[in-house]
């Protein structure tokens, strides 16, 4: 099976992809396209299914970087191949021929892209990080690379949605102290339980940064097992563990 690439005409010109779970080697949970070095996949089906990201990005599979990610706001800037996956969620460049990769299972991938600076960037965030600023700090460190803001786009790709994400009272609470406005992005749910809209709060954290433009994909990973990984679907599945798509962006 071939890969499936999902792309934004917001991103072009860079090379860019948000790739589901189609076209992989992996078996068994993670059958597909598992790109996650830190599952219990076999190692060997991982590396061939980066290689074979690496190979559609067009470059080597030494070039396509990830991360560690431990859902903080911690930002690194990446001006050659990393021999290791620092611990972080976000990554940015101005240096061609070098894919961020940023790994998900229900949590946003972002994109970003300065077509007039050459800049981009790439950020896991989950509800964590958003509320903590990893977008917003994405994008301070873009702008050291001489990337503007306004002429900035940022796309989220496949990541759980609204009618999915069921949380309880504590989650809302946290928002609530770090703005009470933030009740607009959750809806009422069965009993004490609320949906909220990560994507929804997202966008409003990217709009209020001063990004250029800024829209989701639309696509929920929870609901389309087919085409995507869920952790929280695996949850509900009682399954071991679960694969990891990648969301990879190159000048």
């Not at 609901?223 to 399954?239: L, P």
Request: hydrophobic letters at 40%; a negative charge.
């Amino acid at each position: 099976m071939t890969l499936e690439i999902l792309t934004s005409d917001h991103l072009m010109p860079a090379f860019h992809g948000f790739f589901t779970r189609r076209g992989g080697a992996s078996s068994g949970i993670f059958h597909g396209l598992n790109c996650g070095p830190g599952s219990t996949d076999q190692s060997a089906a991982v590396e061939i299914n980066r290689a074979r990201v690496a190979k559609a990005m067009g470059v080597a599979p030494v070039a396509l970087t990830s991360l560690h990610q431990i859902h903080s706001t911690k930002v690194i800037t990446v001006v050659a191949p990393l021999e290791t996956r620092p611990q972080a969620d976000a990554m940015v460049t101005n240096t061609p021929g070098l894919a961020l990769g940023i790994l998900t299972a229900d949590c946003q991938p972002v994109l970003f892209h300065d077509a007039k600076a050459g800049v981009i960037g790439a950020a896991h965030a989950g509800w964590r990080g958003a509320l903590s600023g990893i977008l917003e700090q994405t994008l301070a460190a873009m702008e050291v690379l001489g990337a503007n803001r306004a002429d900035t786009s940022a796309i989220i790709g496949p990541s759980i949605s609204q009618r999915a994400y069921e949380v309880g009272p504590e989650f809302l609470d946290e928002f609530l102290v770090d703005d009470p406005d933030n009740s607009r992005f959750f809806a009422n749910g069965t009993g004490d339980r609320m949906l909220f809209d990560l994507q929804g709060f997202s966008l409003y954290r990217l709009r209020a940064a001063g990004v250029g433009h800024s829209e989701w994909t639309r696509h929920c990973t929870f609901s389309d097992a087919d085409r995507f990984y869920s952790y929280r679907r695996t949850t509900h599945a009682q399954e071991a563990d679960y694969g990891r798509l990648i969301s990879t962006i190159r000048l």
